[in-house]
């Protein structure tokens, strides 16, 4: 989900990565319940985070 935008792509510096990548992040960020039910699986040990 990270990848999508820098697929394919090279960066100079750090800061080039940042500004694309911190961007889609924040996306992500807003849709807990979407990446939740992308990494919770039934058969990993419970833990707080997913809880």
Aim: one cysteine or more.
């Amino acid at each position: 989900m990270t990848n999508e935008p820098i697929v394919n792509r090279s960066f100079e510096t750090i800061e080039e990565l940042e500004e694309v990548l911190i961007p889609r992040l924040k996306v992500l960020m807003k849709q807990p319940e979407f990446i939740r039910g992308l990494t919770c699986f039934h058969w990993w040990p419970t833990v707080h985070t997913c809880v």
